[in-house]
């Protein structure tokens, strides 16, 4: 399955042109019917996507939705949802596309996982646009499309503007189709059930004897993040959401944890101990160690021995 990290190799996957900018990026669906894929496997990227599509045929699924609404629809991705389509070339609409760099750069979009949390559930895919509202949705792509591709030095304060807009009527439409306790509860679901999979991935990589790849991927949310198919910043932000710590610290938690285990109820080295949680050295061990409880491994140890 194809995997794409930055919107450049997914303009070069889909065969349209490169994007204007690494981070950013906005076309109407007929600018890319010339060349586009019409057929894509399965696939996802690293980036959210937001388009709106008022004509066109073919099929498209978006994470676990295959059946489209009739009508103007607006839908959306999230990084490593999966994607595929069997288009007719002849849609129309817009789509735009941005990064996590263009998100954590923006003082406006920078907490847009908190302030709009329909992002995190599929059941947030696809809105049915009703018709009286489709030229306002319409006229605030327009509008980003051509700050776009203006020459104006602030143009991207005005699309991060404007992309806030857009989010905030997305949300009213959610808003209106799904009751506030069913999307409480389906954001719910899907956090814990994220943290489940996170705590069960760190115990289990952490088992004796188990074959892993490297010392400092288990020591690195990334490493998780991606055997979870989600980007790191939505698996801290829900971590801490639901358990007050960010991601590495509730990672780090456990390494102690194991830690301690290990100095009190065994007589391993502390060489041992430092390799058999895949530290990439003793001297990394004992400095993670004194740093969390204020002691070396070996004092701890003695001190639990009296």
């Known amino acids: ?17 490169a994007p204007k900018h690494p981070h950013f990026d906005i076309r109407s669906f007929e600018e890319n019917m010339e060349t586009v894929v019409p057929k894509m496997p399965a696939f996802n ?22 059946d489209f609404p009739k009508g103007s629809t607006i839908f959306f991705n999230t990084p490593f949802q999966l994607i595929s389509w069997d288009i007719i070339p002849n849609w129309k609409g817009y789509y735009l596309l941005f990064s996590q760099d263009f998100i954590a750069q923006s003082n406006v979009l920078s907490q847009i996982l908190k302030l709009f949390p329909f992002l995190r559930i599929e059941k947030s895919i696809p809105f049915e646009i009703p018709e009286e509202n489709l030229p306002l949705i319409l006229d605030i792509f327009k ?9 104006s030095s602030d143009k991207f304060q005005i699309i991060e503007a404007q992309i806030y807009l857009l989010l905030s009527l997305i949300k009213r439409y959610f808003e ?24 069960t991935l760190i115990q289990t990589s952490f088992y004796p004897n188990t074959k892993l790849e490297t010392f400092a991927n288990l020591h690195s949310t990334s490493y998780y993040a991606e055997k979870l198919s989600v980007h790191p910043n939505h698996l801290n932000a829900t971590v801490k959401n639901l358990t007050g710590k960010t991601a ?45 409880t204020q002691k070396t491994p070996l004092q701890y140890r003695k001190s639990k021995n009296l």
């Open 1 to 17: 399955m194809k995997h794409f990290k930055t919107i450049t190799e997914y303009c070069k996957g889909i065969h349209i042109e």
């Open 45 to 66: 990227h690293e980036f959210y996507s937001i388009a709106i599509k008022y004509e066109g045929g073919g099929k498209a699924i978006s994470g676990q939705f295959s």
């Open 143 to 151: 509008n980003i499309w051509e700050e776009y591709h203006g020459e």
């Open 176 to 199: 209106q189709q799904v009751s506030s306790e069913e999307a409480e509860n389906a954001m719910k679901s899907a956090d814990l059930k994220l943290l489940s999979r996170y705590r």
């Open 248 to 292: 590495l610290k509730y990672l780090h938690n456990h390494l102690l944890t194991l830690s301690k285990s290990y100095l009190i109820q065994t007589d391993w080295s502390v060489k041992e101990i430092a390799y058999a949680l895949y530290f990439e050295s003793p001297n990394n061990f004992s400095a993670f160690f004194k740093k969390n």
